[in-house]
C-alpha cells in the first residue's frame, strides 16, 4: 500500500497538480461542435492515474503475500504512478 500521507513536501514530491482542461475550451469544443451539427461523446480514463510516468525514484515495502522467505527487507522500485501517491495526478 502506498501510503502518500508520510510523503512530506520537498523531499518526497516537488509540486502536485492535477492537469484539467480550461473552462474556455470546453466552451470553444462544445461551440464548434454546435455550430456543425456535430455529435459529441465524453469518456472517463478510470486507471489514469495508474499510467503515469514517475519522474522520481520512489521505493515501497513489499506488499503483504509478495515477500519471499528471507526476503522480507526488500522493497519495490516503483516504475509506474499508484493510486495515493502525491505524484499521481501529474
Same mark, same amino acid.
Given at each position: 500500500m502506498?501510503? &502518500?500521507?508520510q510523503?512530506?513536501e &520537498?523531499?518526497?514530491y516537488?509540486?502536485?497538480?492535477?492537469? @484539467? @482542461?480550461?473552462?474556455?475550451?470546453?466552451?470553444? @469544443?462544445?461551440?464548434?461542435v454546435a455550430a456543425? &451539427?456535430l455529435?459529441?461523446?465524453?469518456l *472517463? @480514463?478510470?486507471t489514469a492515474?495508474?499510467?503515469? *510516468?514517475? =519522474?522520481?525514484?520512489?521505493?515501497m515495502?513489499q506488499?503483504e503475500g509478495?515477500? =519471499? *522467505?528471507g526476503? =522480507? =527487507?526488500l522493497?519495490c522500485?516503483?516504475t509506474?504512478?499508484?493510486y &495515493?501517491l502525491?505524484?499521481a495526478?501529474?
Amino acid at each position: 500500500m502506498v501510503k &502518500g500521507f508520510q510523503q512530506i513536501e &520537498g523531499i518526497d514530491y516537488s509540486e502536485i497538480f492535477s492537469p @484539467v @482542461v480550461k473552462l474556455t475550451t470546453i466552451r470553444l @469544443v462544445l461551440s464548434i461542435v454546435a455550430a456543425k &451539427g456535430l455529435y459529441l461523446e465524453q469518456l *472517463d @480514463v478510470k486507471t489514469a492515474f495508474l499510467h503515469g *510516468d514517475l =519522474e522520481e525514484e520512489i521505493y515501497m515495502q513489499q506488499p503483504e503475500g509478495f515477500a =519471499e *522467505d528471507g526476503k =522480507e =527487507e526488500l522493497v519495490c522500485r516503483l516504475t509506474k504512478s499508484l493510486y &495515493g501517491l502525491k505524484q499521481a495526478p501529474r
